[in-house]
């Protein structure tokens, strides 16, 4: 009797487990992958994989609390004889090692002759609207601008210094990867 009892508790453990793990519905994703070429350069730069921004040299005085931005500067990102079924494109920006999750902006270089407290800051130019690196919120708050009829556009971008904090004088250096969103 006592090892019916004890084999009757094992199985009714194991079907409540069970049952804890039971499947609560289904997630279905979907996507689209199109051929899609264009030339791309970055302010007439023909090979963007390497292009640099330059910002202006500003006063640490204009960075002096945390949220205070200056030294926006413009910049474009050139799509020339695209080809392919797209009729609009948009940059995205992506997250890497210099992004901060937290806020989306790009981090920058540290060590001596670095300043301090700084960020870098994204920009969608058509709009003024702040970029945060790495969020997918980019696909629906960054301009998409239409290519033209023969395949070319010129999608407007701006980065500014970011103070997280009192900015202390030194350089400032960072990177982000972007990719093409083609609508």
Do not use: H, W
């Not at 931005?69 to 413009?74: D, H, K, L, P, R």
């Not at 999750?101 to 407290?117: D, I, R, V």
């Not at 904090?165 to 093409?180: D, H, K, L, Q």
């Amino acid at each position: 009797m006592k090892k019916t009892i004890i084999a009757t508790a094992i199985i009714a453990t194991a079907a409540l487990g069970q049952a804890a793990y039971a499947a609560d519905g289904t997630i279905n994703f979907a996507g689209r992958l199109q051929a899609q070429t264009c030339e791309i350069d970055v302010n007439g730069t023909a090979t963007p994989a390497i292009a640099t921004v330059t910002l202006p040299t500003v006063s640490t005085g204009k960075l002096a609390a945390a949220g205070d931005v200056t030294g926006q500067t413009g910049f474009i990102v050139g799509l020339k004889n695209c080809s392919g079924p797209a009729t609009s494109a948009a940059v995205f920006f992506e997250s890497g090692a210099t992004v901060d999750l937290a806020s989306g902006n790009l981090k920058t270089a540290t060590g001596t002759g670095t300043a301090g407290n700084v960020q870098l800051q994204l920009v969608d130019a058509s709009n003024g609207s702040v970029i945060k690196a790495g969020n997918v919120s980019q696909n629906t708050s960054t301009t998409k601008v239409s290519l033209d009829t023969s395949g070319n556009a010129s999608l407007p971008y701006a980065v500014q210094y970011y103070a997280t904090g009192a900015s202390s004088a030194g350089t400032v250096n960072s990177s982000v990867t972007y990719s093409i969103n083609y609508q």
